[in-house]
């Protein structure tokens, strides 16, 4: 066997192994997340779900050896959110029917994980795809990202009503 050879096995299995730890990294903040949206008080769930986001995203950022920027994360963040307004909305109105007293909070807890889980999903999903194909936080356009994010989005729900049928059934 080459050196050439060898040298490209192991690139590749480094590259497995980097992708394999930050997929277990989205999977770590997306149940965080969920936790995260169950907190009964509006507004403070929404933050510590972003909060959570930012960690993830700079947890990502370490295992691909890529600088990190709170502010600009946080700007790539809403970017993100904002290109799908009707799940941004959607995780608002979870958030804002906490306020009603009794039901309110029951009716939110029910909506709020499976769109935090799914957002927390869809926003681990842009950052891995971007920082494999070299990318950073420099050059990261959401614009360009938006109808993967959308997909991945649609994936992340599809994953939590599964996870939320399996806990169900259990």
């Known amino acids: 066997m080459s050196e050439e050879t060898t040298n490209a096995d192991n690139d590749e299995a480094f590259r497995a192994t980097r992708r394999m730890e930050a997929s277990s990294t989205v999977q770590t903040y997306m149940g965080w997340s969920a936790g995260a949206s169950l907190l009964p ?47 941004t909305l959607a995780r608002g109105v979870s958030s804002l029917v906490k306020s009603i007293p009794g039901v ?17 999903y869809a926003i681990g999903r842009v950052f891995i795809q971007h920082f494999e194909a070299g990318g950073n936080i420099l050059n990261f356009d959401p614009e360009a990202m938006r109808d993967y994010f959308k997909k991945e989005f649609d994936s992340g729900m599809s994953q939590a009503k599964a996870e939320n049928k399996n806990t169900k059934a259990a």
Do not use: E, H
């Open 41 to 87: 008080i509006p507004a403070v769930d929404l933050a510590a779900v972003t909060l959570l986001q930012l960690k993830m995203v700079a947890d990502l950022a370490s295992i691909y050896q890529v600088p990190f920027s709170r502010n600009l994360v946080k700007t790539i963040i809403a970017a993100l959110l904002g290109s799908a307004l009707p799940m």
């Open 104 to 120: 309110g909070t029951a009716v939110g807890m029910l909506g709020g994980p499976a769109f935090t889980t799914a957002s927390t």
